[in-house]
């Protein structure tokens, strides 16, 4: 399979002053078509810093981002023709419903598609005469989904998008990452929820104080550590424990 | 940018800022400093910032199919047509008084800045200061409003002053003639454009290259 999204040796340094306060370090991974990447870590881990870093929101000091094939940052507005992103906790134009959104939205969209758009809503069952604040943040995550996939995206970058979600909706959820998975879109999404990486990731990128522990398919994964940990079968909590464990000092 | 432009007007834009543009009958005022006007587009444009961030918009516009740039130059683009709005109305309204309103008693004795040549040159120069100082400022960070806010008011009140104060030295009382085009007026206009236009210009370019560093 090709990778619609590669990442090369990303690095971002958060100072104050002189002193680091964080970093992120020679981040690498890949992510194929049809493939979902769960990318996991503990809050405050790196996921958002990196997911951003890829979406140029933030400057990283080193590295490159390729996306279908071509360089993030020398064909910025072509390659967001073909990505739709969601970000958990974030509630644009709140007080706006979502058929005006939608609107304005779809005019910068080659390949927007009404009818995608129409069916989505539908099968979201999402109001478009609703306010963006009126909606649960499982639905808000949907109409995200929703606008991405109404213009073909085949790349989807999802920070935390299972955030503040029901357990029936994270299964939605995954149900619906898998069904976009099998139609070829490549998803990439963070998340430190274990069991939403157990119901539909392929592959797994586990990034820890801002490196990369391991990026892996997911069976590959869970074998790996199974080794390490001399144990059958662990669950992907069970090594996210065995990665993070630290004795409390108290 | 046409894109950009329309989706600043439909999803952005706070009402006041499009409704401040009235503040151009000021023109009209005896007894006012009309200059004020372009003190009050800055603020109604201000509202819309206020409210862009409240909505995420940077971030929304960020991940629109467009260029990192084209964000910083469709905000400015925004903010040139409401103040070219506001300058071609205040301009119709300086042609009444220079005309049909020449020789009304209360701009006759108006000791206050009349509507002329150099009031135009004057507004502009208070608009590059929301350009330079408002929206220079704020893309620094594209978050923080105040300090640039309060910049643009302090330079604003500044080129008031002087503005208004020209005309009240010995022998500059023709600055305030109500109507006819002097050399004086005619400078001070170019002064204005020059001003307005470089301005506006650099801090454009200042301010893309301190947004495509930023981290949102």
Redesign the interface.
Known sequence: MSAVLEVKSLSKTYRQGQAVTFQVKDISFKVEAGQVMGFIGRNGAGKTTTL?AI?????PEAGQVLIFGKDFLEA??????ETG?A?GG???????RIK??A???K???DNWDDQAYRHYLKGFKLDENKRLMDLSEGMKVKFYLTMALSHQAKLLILDEPSSGLDPVSRDEMAEIFKKLAAKGVAILFSTHITSDLDKCADAITYIKDGKIVASMDKQDFIEHFANEMATTSPSLEDIMVYIEHEEVDI | MKKLLAKEIRLTANPLSIVFIAFALMTLFPGYPILMDGFFLGLGIFFTYQQARECDDVIYTVLLPVRKKDVVTSKYAFVIMIQMANFILCVLLTLLRMTVLKDAGVYLANVMMNANLMYLGFLLMVYACFNIFFLGGYFKTAYKQGVPFLAFSVATFIVITIGETLSKVPGGQILNATSGVHPVHAVVFAVGVLVYVVGTWASMIQSIKHFENIDL
Do not use: A, C, G
């Open positions: 951003k979406l140029n929101l933030i400057r910025e507005d072509e390659i967001k023709q992103y970000v974030m509630s644009y134009y709140k007080r706006k005006d959104i609107e304005v939205t005019t910068f969209y």
